[in-house]
């Protein structure tokens, strides 16, 4: 029996909806949200109400081996497949068939393993390492990852045609600190769950000043941070101190962000100003007016290729919103070195 | 018209959804609106007399339009399906191997839609007859 979905957000009662919708249709799935917000529940609850349930239900981190063993995980490979393969080892896609196969952490996956997967989402079949016969897998394909896999199709690091075959189902699970309803219930349920899991030992339940507190805190880790505090608490039992070292933690944790956007503002700033190129920081003067100008091309091509896209290269359209001339319009698109995307 | 044809449109874009929805409308047909895949699902499997034709964009968050036109395809096989892609090759020819009815790419004219709307609903017609 999987771990229920406890919350009432709005975020959790769309999964709930999401998977009693989508649940027997073996479409594939792929599950985003910040590490330790759920994920593998997510997966667990949708196979629960599939049709699979009592089938297998194999969970593979993608992140956790490096890529020839992850191949040979998956796939499988025959005896004398390489050099310490003496018998035969079927691989997690063969063992999940007519079950779940839950691919955590896919955004680790390297491209030489992503068109392997690609193969097998597209035809069901795959080749063991060091055979020549294809096996026939019928396996239901439930990804997670917490990276934004939109940005690493765009620099080139995840197939774009497997992000569609992906994208079939996307769930997302929203962040706790974003769905501070869900927590009282979140704690209610694990106090519940641990009393019977660690000997019938009672962890004391927050008094209502303290579950406003923490409420209020950031939870960065998540339902899995929360998790390890209610076990914390049933060492130390005094919520006031957990509380208190919470936010000590948390302060610390503001003050790493903030200086982390410090970096990063000041990384832009080394963009327009080009240090990397004409102008050397170690020169000791550069040409303001020529900074000017390449920031506000820069700007200029930003917000002229924005409204091309929105109005579908409507050249017109896009002029009109602009509040400039078709005729510079042009100009600009040329200058500038903007370009249609291919469709 | 006596008995208008029912049309659900599910686009996660509110102008394009607002748009199709008033041309539609002025059109004489029976409009519902869904502004992603989970509300167009709910529509479908909740209408008891079932839609005369769907016409669905493709990237939408939760269910793609492409996982749409599939469980449309297996659900409701008689409902012709008409996919509205915006961008890139894949999820048009993902709608094509979902057996999407008619692909349109935009910017497309709205008479365009028209005649596939039409073009679908009359041959659907006569498939019953037949």
Not at chain 1, 297 to 317: Q, Y
């Amino acid at each position: 029996m999987a771990t229920p979905l406890i919350g009432t957000s709005e975020n959790i009662e769309r999964i709930r909806e999401l998977i009693y919708h989508v649940a027997d249709t073996g479409l594939h799935v792929i599950i985003t949200g910040e590490s330790g917000v759920g994920k593998e529940v997510v997966a667990q609850n949708l196979y629960d109400k599939s049709p699979r349930k009592g089938n297998p239900f194999i969970k593979v981190n993608c992140a956790a081996l490096p890529d020839g063993l992850l191949e040979s995980e998956l796939f499988g490979f025959e005896r004398g497949a390489f050099t310490g393969a003496d018998r035969k080892k079927r691989g997690k896609f063969e063992l999940a068939h007519e079950g779940v196969i839950f691919l955590d952490e896919i955004g680790d996956m390297s491209l030489l393993l992503q068109s392997k997967l690609l193969h097998v989402l597209q035809g069901g079949e795959f080749a063991p390492l060091g055979s020549e016969k294809e096996v026939i897998t019928d396996a239901w394909v439930i990804a997670a990852t917490n990276q934004e896999l939109e940005q690493k199709v765009k620099k080139g690091l995840f197939r774009e045609d497997l992000f569609y075959r992906l994208n079939a189902i996307k769930i997302y699970i929203a962040p706790l600190r974003n769905r501070p309803e869900d927590i009282p219930l979140l704690i209610d349920y694990y106090i519940e769950k641990y009393f019977f899991q660690f000997d019938k030992k009672r962890i004391p339940k927050p008094d209502p000043d303290a579950m406003e507190k923490l409420m209020a805190y950031s939870w960065p880790g998540n339902v899995r941070e929360l998790q390890n505090v209610l076990k914390t608490s049933m060492v130390i039992g005094d919520w006031e101190e957990i509380i208190h070292d919470l936010n000590l933690k948390n302060q610390s944790a503001t003050v790493r962000r903030t200086e982390e956007l410090a970096l990063k503002g000041a990384s832009i700033v080394d963009v327009l100003l080009d240090f990397k190129g004409d102008y050397s920081s170690d020169q000791a003067s550069f040409s303001l007016k020529t900074v000017t100008k390449k920031a506000t091309d820069r700007i200029e091509k930003e917000v002229i290729s924005f409204v091309l896209d929105k109005t579908g290269w409507n050249r017109t359209n896009a002029s009109k919103i602009l509040k400039i001339s078709y005729k510079t319009l042009l100009y600009k698109i040329n200058d500038l070195n903007i370009k249609k995307p291919q469709r | 018209m006596d008995n208008p044809f029912k049309l659900l449109i599910i686009d996660d874009d509110e102008h394009v959804l607002a748009t199709l929805d008033d041309f539609l409308r002025d059109k004489a047909y029976d409009v519902i609106s869904a502004s992603d895949g989970l509300d167009g699902l709910k529509f479908l499997e909740s209408d008891k007399q079932g839609f005369d034709l769907v016409i669905t964009d493709l990237i939408m968050p939760q269910i793609s339009g492409m996982s749409l036109i599939s469980i449309i395809k297996e659900k409701f096989p008689d409902t012709p399906v008409i996919a509205i892609t915006g961008w890139g090759e894949y999820p048009g020819a993902f709608a094509i191997e979902s057996q999407a009815d008619k692909v349109l790419s935009k910017p497309f004219e709205l008479s365009e839609l028209d005649k596939a709307i039409k073009e679908l609903i009359s041959s659907k017609k006569h498939k019953i007859q037949d």
